[in-house]
């Protein structure tokens, strides 16, 4: 399948909540800096992720919107976020940073589309050849969706400690390990 195909096939429309019958569909687009405050919420709302400031995630929609996504619902309200960049030292991996789905919007495979168009989009527009994202022990939901992204695209997975524990300042985090996922073929 082509990139561009692919991004029709994933980075378009999906299902929305069946709970929520006046939010038909979720729109997969870039992200713009007014988006910022809601990223900021929803990655906070995660109780997952590390919570950046406010402000890094207003920066980060402008600088990096062409290497991050955001899901919206019909309203055009923000529903999830992937955000990533190109490795400077490798133009061909995106890290991804970061991905969070609101609550009520979570079980719809947002999260796996996110992955899906973003990368079909950097592939069409920069070449893609490898993915790579850090996870933290213990947070299997991330895991399964790597994984996951990993079988989708026939890509192989591997993990290796990127960051130790005792590399974070403030004592207080776990490790980070890098999975890497590639080679990927648009």
């Known amino acids: 399948m082509t990139a561009h195909a692919e991004l029709a096939r994933y980075g378009k429309i999906l299902p929305s909540a069946p709970t929520n019958p006046t939010n038909p569909t979720t ?7 007014g988006d910022g405050p809601l990223l900021w919420r929803l990655a906070r709302d995660s109780r997952t992720l590390d919570l950046n400031s406010a402000y890094s995630y207003l920066l980060w929609c402008r600088d990096f919107a062409g290497t991050s996504a955001v899901a919206r619902d019909a309203s055009g309200r923000a529903v999830g976020f992937v955000s990533g960049y ?12 970061q991905i969070a789905v609101d ?9 796996g589309a996110l992955l899906d168009g973003l990368s079909a989009r950097v592939a069409a527009e920069h070449g893609l050849s490898s993915l790579e994202t850090t996870i933290s022990p213990g947070n299997l ?23 130790t524990a005792e590399e974070f300042p403030d004592g207080g985090h776990a490790p980070e390990v890098l999975h890497r996922i590639g080679p990927l073929h648009f």
């Open 27 to 33: 729109h997969i687009d870039r992200p713009r800096p």
């Open 86 to 97: 190109l490795r400077p030292d490798s133009p061909g991996t995106l890290l991804v940073w």
């Open 103 to 111: 609550a009520s919007a979570r079980g719809l495979g947002i999260a």
């Open 141 to 163: 939901a991330s895991e399964r969706l790597f994984a996951s992204y990993a079988a989708r695209h026939g890509a192989t997975l591997t993990r290796e400690v990127l960051f």
